[in-house]
């Protein structure tokens, strides 16, 4: 006994130390990819030594001659920190997912390659100017500059991911930057899967007509400048099941609710504390770790300039320089438009145009996947563009018997020149020359904000479709493609697009709302991404005669939800005082509890209360009992509350309060009933997901900002060194936006907000400051992969200097690039 004793201990202690020692080599392996920040290189087609100086914050201060080098030395720093990020959207782009992640991601490389997103960005290479490919093919050089490092040396393949998803990388090319930026546009994307929405509950809906109420319009005139300070003083005022491909980690198209926002205001010296322009900006995206945004510092000839970039694109998207801060919002711009191809009944290759049958543009491609034979698929263009599968944003629900669905979209242009605009925009010196730079901008339509040292302005930028005063669905729902009336006119001019400069209120903002009202075919859009923020922007803003820039500061993480203020003003009206006496433990008595704490709260969608986890879980229940019996299957698809729907229907706008009967019940039900029913709906289900003491809940335990790795982030153990959690106040619906998952398990996950917040001020540039959700690195072994997170959680930010001996006085590093003999 005592031998067999002796073996199983000398048993254990090998596997132990066998495991030890695989933990080691792995962190060894791991560790080789971090990069070293101090360092001398030479490195080929450089024309002058190129200095990143690191500043406290793994900000790269780039200095160099002359701006190839600045670029190129750009693209070396993204390729130092980003690499596996970068990579990861290049296959995106490309629809090369499946050679690295086996048939889980076909759907998507299926579809990216429908899109042609790939040929497209190589075929647009030929619009660009001599400037912009020359500063393409710096910045790319010096990505390769890193790969070759990482290859000579041998430093871990370049980040840990490449060790446990072993595939070759090809040099960087210029037209990977230019597929990258389209790949944004794919992901800001919201009019597609709106139309499909819009087109699938017309099907569902008893009474078609009531769509307005659960997919309303954007109300009002529209809200960019605000009038003048003295004038507004006064009182505060059956189908198929969703499709997955729109949840993967690695998908990039997101549903409406999920596409692009994000907020942007200014105020003009007028109302400005220090005399000086004031501008705010803080672009929503998904969360992920490492973020999208990375910060970088370029000394241009023109002059400095910081802010905010993406890796794998060479362009600081929104920040300043000396003269000029530039800040972007999605648009909602309706720049998509789906169309019902007939095909011809005995060959399905021809299909059906103004002039009679056509035959399809085709084209095969092969899709190569990971431990599998390859997919060859063949893809369709008509003349309104390429056609899609059905299990695009549930195509396949809108679909006719004999038809196909293609797609108009100013995206898919084989001359995009947006990436020579954007570079040219960092050059700007002035409000006007900003704008007139920003004509060659094609997509994603974005509204831009420019402010110089004196003036203040905000235009949409983005081709603008013309369409037919006859268009038979003016764009709302998909249309028959081979009718004139309802094809594309070409676009309108860029001077068409709106435009806000020196108001004389002296603020300007946007939080995606809307900002015109123009008959059709001049409207712009009829779906815009918020009805709900721009309320609180409005009451923040004219709320004080000057702002500073902590004022600013205190607007991007204000949490107050006017919806809720509105909503628990109507569905409560009957259930705040019942006088009924309840005993504790009873549905009635923990009902009482409830709407007590809600009748005092502000709507402050606070992390460490209580009443947002009840408001949000009440609206959420109420809302679905308002849908489902006329939407059947269809309602879980409504998974974010539309405040509209709700205000509409229990201020019976229009008989909107028929929502609030159940069809297939006898008796009617009114509003009230739905209100009461919902309360107590949302109550149990927090008390089996959250306990029964409703004053110890806190939302910030709901409301977990998850950065996830996307494609380490389910792995066990491995999870928890990759992902970024943060408790987070917000909401769907508030200026510091976090938006909420809307499925699951947790609903309320907080899954897309500000991944960059920054706030300049021209009185004193230096005192601007910036952040980002994670930190510059994306190795998660870096002390940079999440350095940042806890100062955004606390809502605080880093200097945003171009002063560059307070970047060196802190430097964590400075590498220096040296042209090789």
Same mark, same amino acid.
């Given at each position: 006994m005592a031998q067999v004793?002796?073996?199983?201990?000398?048993?254990?202690?090998?596997?132990?130390?066998?495991?030890?020692?695989?933990?080691?080599?792995?962190?060894?392996?791991?560790?080789?990819?971090?990069?070293?920040?101090?360092?001398?290189?030479?490195?080929?087609?450089?024309n002058a030594p190129v200095e990143i100086v690191r500043d406290n914050a793994n900000v790269p201060h780039i200095f160099g001659s002359n701006d190839e080098d600045v670029f190129y030395a750009l693209g070396y720093a993204h390729a130092q920190d980003r690499l596996w990020q970068m990579t990861l959207m290049r296959r995106t782009a490309q629809g090369?997912?499946?050679?690295?992640?086996?048939?889980?991601?076909?759907?998507?490389?299926?579809?990216?390659?429908?899109?042609?997103?790939?040929?497209?960005?190589?075929?647009?290479?030929?619009?660009?100017?001599?400037?912009?490919?020359?500063?393409?093919?710096?910045? *790319?050089?010096?990505?390769?500059?890193?790969?070759?490092?990482?290859?000579?040396?041998?430093?871990?393949?370049?980040a840990p991911e490449m060790f446990l998803f072993n595939a070759p990388v090809a040099p960087w090319r210029p037209a990977d930057s230019m597929a990258i930026i389209k790949l944004m546009g794919v992901r800001l994307a919201r009019h597609l899967d709106t139309e499909v929405m819009r087109a699938r509950m017309i099907k569902a809906l008893p009474n078609p007509e009531r769509i307005i109420d659960i997919l309303p319009d954007a109300p009002g005139t529209g809200t960019a400048a605000l009038p003048e300070y003295a004038?507004?003083?006064?009182?505060?005022?059956?189908?198929?099941?969703?499709?997955?491909?729109?949840?993967?980690?690695?998908?990039?198209?997101?549903?409406?609710?999920?596409?692009? *926002?994000? @907020?942007?205001?200014?105020?003009?010296p007028s109302r400005s504390a220090s005399g000086g322009t004031l501008l705010a900006n803080d672009p929503h995206l998904g969360f992920s770790a490492p973020g999208i945004w990375y910060l970088a510092r370029l000394e241009l000839q023109s002059g400095g300039v910081i802010g905010g970039t993406i890796p794998g694109m060479p362009i600081v998207l929104t920040g300043r320089s000396d003269r000029l801060g530039w800040g972007l919002t999605s648009a909602g711009?309706?720049?998509?438009?789906?169309?019902?191809?007939?095909?011809?009944?005995? @060959?399905?290759?021809?299909?059906?145009?103004?002039?009679?049958? &056509?035959?399809?543009?085709?084209? &095969?491609?092969?899709?190569?996947?990971?431990?599998?034979?390859?997919?060859?698929?063949?893809?369709?263009?008509?003349?309104?563009?390429?056609?899609?599968?059905g299990r695009l944003y549930n195509l396949g629900d809108v679909m006719q018997p004999g038809h196909a669905i293609s797609l108009s979209w100013t995206l898919l242009s084989p001359n995009d020149t947006s990436m020579m605009a954007a570079l040219r925009l960092m050059e700007a010196q002035s409000v006007e020359e900003g704008f007139a730079l920003m004509e060659d901008y094609i997509a994603?339509?974005?509204?831009?904000?420019?402010?110089?040292?004196?003036?203040?302005?905000? &235009?949409?930028?983005? *081709?603008?479709?013309?369409?037919?005063?006859?268009?038979?669905?003016?764009?709302?729902?998909?249309?028959?493609?081979? &009718?004139?009336?309802?094809?594309?006119?070409?676009?309108?001019?860029? *001077?068409?697009?709106?435009?806000?400069?020196?108001?004389?209120?002296?603020?300007?903002?946007?939080?995606?709302?809307?900002?015109?009202?123009?008959?059709?075919?001049?409207?712009?859009?009829?779906?815009?991404?918020?009805?709900?923020?721009?309320?609180?922007?409005?009451?923040l803003m004219q709320a004080r005669e000057v702002h500073t820039r902590d004022s600013f500061i205190e607007a991007q993480l204000d949490a107050v939800s006017t919806s809720a203020r509105t909503l628990l003003a109507l569905i409560g009206t009957e259930l705040w005082f019942t006088g009924e006496a309840a005993e504790e433990g009873t549905p009635l008595r923990r009902r009482q509890r409830a709407l007590s704490l809600l009748a005092e709260w502000s709507g402050e969608m606070n992390e460490h209360m209580p009443e947002p986890l009840i408001y949000s879980a009440w609206v959420r229940s109420l809302q679905l009992r308002m849908v489902q019996d006329e939407l059947g299957p269809l309602a879980v698809e409504l998974t974010h509350v539309e405040p509209l729907f709700i205000e509409r229907a229990f201020r019976d706008?229009?008989?909107?309060?028929?929502?609030?009967d159940v069809i297939q019940s006898q008796p009617i039900e009114t509003c009230a009933d739905m209100a009461r029913l919902a309360l107590d709906d949302a109550l149990i289900w927090i008390g089996e997901n959250w306990g029964q003491s409703l004053e110890t809940l806190r939302w910030g335990d709901a409301h977990q900002a998850t950065h996830d790795h996307p494609v380490l982030g389910d792995v066990p153990l491995l999870r928890y060194f990759v992902n970024i959690r943060q408790s987070t106040n917000g909401g769907d619906n508030t200026l510091q936006r976090g938006l909420t998952r809307g499925y699951g398990d947790n609903p309320f996950a907080n899954v897309h907000g500000a991944g960059y917040r920054g706030v300049y001020d021209f009185a004193d540039?230096?005192?601007?400051?910036?952040?980002?959700?994670?930190?510059?690195?994306?190795?998660?072994?870096?002390?940079?992969?999440?350095?940042?997170?806890?100062?955004?959680?606390?809502?605080?930010?880093?200097?945003?200097?171009?002063?560059?001996?307070?970047?060196?006085?802190?430097?964590?590093?400075?590498?220096?690039?040296?042209?090789?003999p």
């Open positions: 004793f002796t073996w199983l201990l000398r048993i254990a202690g090998t596997l132990v130390a066998l495991i030890v020692l695989a933990i080691v080599m792995m962190y060894y392996l791991g560790t080789r990819s971090l990069p070293d920040y101090d360092d001398v290189l030479d490195v080929p087609y450089l090369r997912l499946s050679e690295v992640f086996g048939r889980e991601t076909l759907d998507i490389d299926n579809i990216m390659r429908r899109l042609d997103i790939y040929p497209l960005a190589v075929a647009s290479l030929e619009a660009q100017d001599e400037r912009t490919m020359r500063i393409l093919r710096a910045y *790319a050089t010096g990505v390769n500059a890193r790969l070759d490092q990482v290859n000579d040396e041998a430093l871990g393949r370049g004038h507004l003083l006064g009182p505060p005022a059956h189908f198929a099941g969703r499709s997955d491909i729109h949840t993967h980690p690695l998908s990039p198209f997101a549903p409406a609710e999920m596409a692009g *926002a994000s @907020n942007v205001w200014a105020a003009a711009m309706d720049d998509q438009d789906l169309y019902l191809e007939e095909l011809h009944p005995e @060959n399905k290759d021809e299909y059906r145009t103004p002039s009679g049958f &056509k035959k399809l543009t085709s084209r &095969k491609s092969i899709i190569n996947i990971k431990d599998e034979p390859p997919v060859t698929i063949t893809m369709h263009w008509t003349d309104n563009g390429p056609v899609l599968p994603p339509a974005q509204n831009l904000m420019l402010v110089d040292a004196e003036n203040i302005g905000m &235009k949409m930028i983005g *081709a603008m479709p013309r369409r037919d005063a006859r268009h038979e669905t003016q764009g709302r729902l998909p249309s028959y493609g081979w &009718k004139e009336e309802n094809r594309w006119q070409g676009t309108f001019p860029y *001077a068409s697009n709106p435009e806000f400069i020196a108001p004389a209120g002296g603020i300007l903002g946007n939080t995606n709302n809307k900002v015109v009202e123009r008959p059709f075919p001049n409207h712009v859009s009829f779906d815009w991404g918020d009805t709900q923020r721009v309320k609180r922007w409005q009451r706008v229009e008989g909107a309060s028929v929502w609030c540039p230096d005192s601007s400051v910036f952040v980002t959700s994670t930190g510059q690195s994306g190795h998660f072994l870096s002390r940079h992969y999440d350095d940042m997170a806890q100062l955004w959680r606390r809502g605080e930010y880093i200097p945003m200097s171009l002063d560059e001996d307070l970047a060196r006085a802190g430097a964590v590093g400075v590498t220096t690039l040296r042209p090789a």
